[in-house]
């Protein structure tokens, strides 16, 4: 009796809940799935697999290339990052940024209009991409619906695609960084591409410390805008990114130099080189721990100058935010990917 009696107070208490035990309850199942999380925590393996099916999408629509979409995105997503006058975008998983006005048109009263006639009538860019009948700017098919009819307004080549990426950014550097991206996707046929390496082997002797904005004299009075690692001559230097080799050559103030810039804006600055790898070109796309030169201590003078200071390398790091490029201090990158690479060695 005292049995039964106590099975009816524990069902009674759970009746209000409206659970029973075994009872299949539909609020506990996710109405949306959001490709940032799976089960609350943050999964980038499904943000990826979410935006290449976006980007491949576009391609079957407008027949340009998914990895030019993942370059503009990837590159919008990185000035975000870094500027105040563009909002950053907290739900979605495409970065594209179109100001209202112009998505909405410049004389449109309404700049967070959604409706693709009256944007269309004032002259906007916006459209319907998921075919609901808004043009909604938050709205991540319908901003890279829009993005690809700019880029395939006069054809889907490459000629034709970096025309369309002058006339939207009006920018030299731009169109030069996400046609560089553009070629890494598609040499790497994905977009999860990440990992960093110390520029030297861990095994060498080499020193380093901050010396970021140091004063510097030779050719005018100068910050000094990197980190110097001091090692023997003949250290191997190696790229300590994902990334395409920009420059290669000699300069007064660096000697022997080569920069390469990564998925991220950033552009890695290698000086004073004692010379380069042979295989070593401009527009190569080079990993994490390629060899790409040697320790040197070339510089301060015309080409060949070299002895004037301790052999080192002098490895500088500047962020491109869509306007203009600066230095940053690269000295907590450089103790990490060092402190990450001994531990996987270790391994």
Known sequence: MLKKLFLLICISLLLPLGKVYGEYDEHLIYKEF??????GQYDPQAVYKERMAL???MEAISFVPWEYYAAVDQYERNVRAVRRDIPKKENGVISIYFKPEIWSGLINPNTNDKNPYTIGLFGGIGLDGDGDGYADQTNDRDVLYTMATILSHFGNDRDHIKIMLWEHYKRAKTVEIITGFARMYKHYGRIDIEGNAFPMPIYSTHSYRSTFGARRSFGGRRMHE?????AGYGVPVRATCYG???????NRLGGWRIGIRDLQ??????AHLGGFSKEVQVGQIVEPGKVIGFVGS??????GTSGKFPPHLHYGMYKDNGYTEWAYDPYIHLANWERQERLQKRK
Request: proline share 9%; charged share 20%.
């Open 244 to 250: 395409i080799i920009e420059l290669k050559g000699w």
């Open 34 to 39: 959001d490709p940032q999380t799976v089960y």
């Open 265 to 270: 804006n950033n552009y890695h600055y290698y």
């Open 226 to 230: 990197g980190t110097d690692i001091f």
């Open 55 to 57: 980007y491949k999408e």
């Open 298 to 303: 070339t510089g301060y003078g015309p080409p």
